[in-house]
């Protein structure tokens, strides 16, 4: 058998990520949640795997030349992921991000090498709370850098390599590592890139496999309601955006909400019972799979997806003041 050998760089140690069964946080449930340990990506979030996608697609129909500038609005998790692709293959890259999100994240785009413009929120916004108002301005300074400086934009929310990274290794990866025996996904929407990829390998290898949207309570426009709390506290995505080009909706066979409570008492739950240290987001996905459990999946295995590493929200109050 070939002995494994020391990857080229940091792109090739993306992906191939563990699964784990969070066996504890569901005793006395009926069923099975399957965890994808996406914060142990160089970067600590899945979106590694859509940066090294985006840049090598883009490369492949010669759409990128050596050196280019490359921008991209982001809530840092896909900027950490650009700075370390771009900078081992040597583009210069602006992260374009807003004040709301951690501090965290700008400091570790600024060490691995990206320029960060930070952009101001809306006056009436709240820091730690980026609503759809707030990532609109970061939208408009994003294409103006992109315009002045002749670069490529990475564009999350439109390019299909967003897609491509999960349909073509997330998904396929997950399958492999559980044997093919998944009933339900269930995934927080951002770009809904993650969603759209690994439903669609999921439903190739079995259309049964049930498919869900998470959304934060208050924010829930994909599932048509009216937005009544644009600022949740759940970084990374609910930015109540009625369109997200990537999700197609034959692949979605609900909607789940979850309050801003709720995502933290389980990625805090995740931290002490599982010790799986985690964001948010990946709080609200573990959140929806449990609340599938007890109702509509009773039985089921559900799997989802550990977006980024609790480290990334030390200076927010998700750690602060346990019981
Ligand atoms: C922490 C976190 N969770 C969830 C998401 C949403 O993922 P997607 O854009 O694939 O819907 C993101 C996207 O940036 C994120 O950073």
């Known amino acids: 058998m070939a002995q494994p050998q020391p990857y080229p760089s940091a792109i090739e140690a993306i992906g ?4 784990v069964e969070l066996s504890r ?4 449930l009926e069923g099975r949640i399957l965890a994808k340990l996406e914060y142990l990506n160089p970067g600590f979030s899945k979106k590694d ?5 985006i840049i090598e697609d883009a490369e492949a129909v010669g759409l990128l030349t050596p050196r280019q500038t490359i921008v991209e609005l982001t809530s840092g998790n896909t900027g950490t992921g650009l700075a370390i692709v771009c900078g081992i293959k040597g583009y210069h890259f602006v992260a374009v991000m807003s004040r709301g999100n951690s501090l965290e ?3 570790m785009m600024s060490a691995l090498g990206a320029e960060v413009v930070l952009v101001d929120q809306m006056p009436d916004s709240i820091p730690g709370q980026v609503s759809g108002g707030d990532l609109a301005l970061v939208e408009e300074a994003a294409q103006r850098i992109t315009a002045e400086r002749a670069a490529f934009r990475a564009d999350q929310f439109r390019q299909p390599g967003n897609f491509r990274a999960h349909y073509l290794h997330t998904g396929p990866e997950y399958l492999r590592q559980s044997g093919g025996r998944i009933d339900a996904f269930c995934d927080f929407a951002g770009t809904g890139g993650s969603f759209a990829g690994c439903a669609a390998a999921f439903k190739d290898h079995d259309p049964a496999i049930q498919c869900f949207v998470v959304e934060p309570e208050g924010a829930a426009v994909l599932a048509g309601e009216p937005v009544s709390h644009p600022g949740h506290r759940i970084q990374g995505g609910g930015y109540a955006m009625p369109d997200l080009p990537l999700v197609r909706p034959e692949h979605v066979d609900g909607y789940l909400k979850v309050s801003d409570e709720e995502a933290i008492l389980a990625a805090r739950r995740l931290a002490r019972e599982e010790g799986i240290f985690a964001g948010f987001s990946s709080g609200a996905n573990v959140a929806a799979a449990l609340r599938l459990l007890a109702g509509p999946c009773r039985g089921a295995t559900v799997a989802v997806l550990i977006n980024d590493s609790g480290l990334k929200y030390l200076s927010t109050d998700l750690w602060e003041d346990l019981p």
Not at 49 to 53: D, L, Y
């Open 105 to 107: 994240r700008a400091r």
């Open 16 to 19: 191939e990520t563990p699964v």
């Open 25 to 28: 946080l569901t005793r006395g």
């Open 49 to 53: 795997r859509i940066a090294r996608q």
